[in-house]
């Protein structure tokens, strides 16, 4: 067993009484999400607060035999350096094969995460967000960020399937979060610059006719004109689309597409 409890500062007063607070929104959001796939019993439930509060070796172990042993385990770990997060990750998936005949890693803790992240479809939860704060820091670890991540966990996709599709997700939520008012600090997608980036770069031309790119530019256009107060973070995004846009390696069908939305009143 590699644990290693230097994360918990049980000599700290003041950390474990805000870790003892904290557990019940890490409870309640556990158990809403991650247990719409999987029933926490008694012992389940004991074994994971146990370990969200003291790390001990013994509640870790029992956590390994569970499903989504290594989402539970990173959602609660008392960390957010995604360095140490990912050794965690390695280690958890190397001691898990110990105590399951199962892989740590499983494609559908990546759609329960970026369902969580997706604020169109709010729902109930405890604390700062769905996963407690945790969501990019989830996303880095467990959800594939580039198209090759995307192929190699999802063989059967075509590379213009999956360059399409992220495409028009990312179109969606970037428009989306240009009116959200809260929870902006845990939002993902104002990471994914680079990886919407590579999509275009790649396939612009199989994308230009996207309804999703016309709504985008709309949304973002019509913010600018409005000199609506952003928050700093839906300011750098819209700054950050127009530097993908104006990015002189970027294919020249780009800059004729934008110039020929904005020119027609953003027809589709």
């Known amino acids: 067993m590699e644990n290693n409890t230097k994360h918990w500062q049980l000599d700290n007063k003041t950390w474990v009484k805000t870790r003892q607070k904290e557990w019940s929104d890490y409870q309640f959001n556990l158990n809403r999400y991650v247990d719409v796939f ?10 994971i607060k146990s370990y969200f509060l003291t790390g001990d070796d013994e509640s870790l172990k029992k956590i390994y035999k569970m499903p989504r ?3 539970i385990e990173l959602w609660i770990y008392p960390s957010d350096d995604i ?17 399951s005949e199962f892989e740590a890693m499983n494609d559908s803790d990546a759609g329960l995460i970026t369902r969580c992240s997706h604020h169109r ?3 109930e939860f405890k604390g700062t967000s769905k996963l407690n704060g945790r969501d990019w820091l989830l996303e880095q670890l467990l959800v594939p960020l580039s198209i090759d991540e995307i192929l190699a966990a999802n ?3 075509t590379r213009n399937d999956v360059i399409r599709g992220e495409f028009d997700i990312f179109c969606m939520e970037f428009g989306d979060f240009f009116y959200r008012k809260d929870r902006l600090d845990t939002d993902p997608c104002i990471h994914k ?8 770069a790649e396939s612009f031309a199989n994308l230009k ?3 999703d790119f016309v709504y985008l530019l709309e949304d973002m256009d019509n913010l600018v004109k409005s000199k609506t107060e952003l928050h700093p973070k839906q300011a750098k995004l819209i700054k950050d689309i127009e530097a993908v846009f104006n990015d002189p390696s970027m294919p020249e069908l780009l800059r004729q597409r934008v110039k020929e939305i904005r020119d027609s009143g953003y027809a589709v």
Request: charge should be negative; include cysteine.
């Open 38 to 47: 999987y029933d926490f019993d008694d012992e389940d439930q004991s074994a």
């Open 69 to 71: 042993s290594l989402l």
């Open 83 to 99: 360095e140490v997060l990912n050794r965690v990750k390695e280690r958890h998936c190397k001691e898990r094969l110990n105590y």
């Open 121 to 123: 479809n709010l729902g």
């Open 155 to 157: 063989p059967k996709k």
């Open 193 to 200: 610059i680079p990886y919407w980036r590579e999509a275009i």
């Open 209 to 211: 006719d996207s309804e």
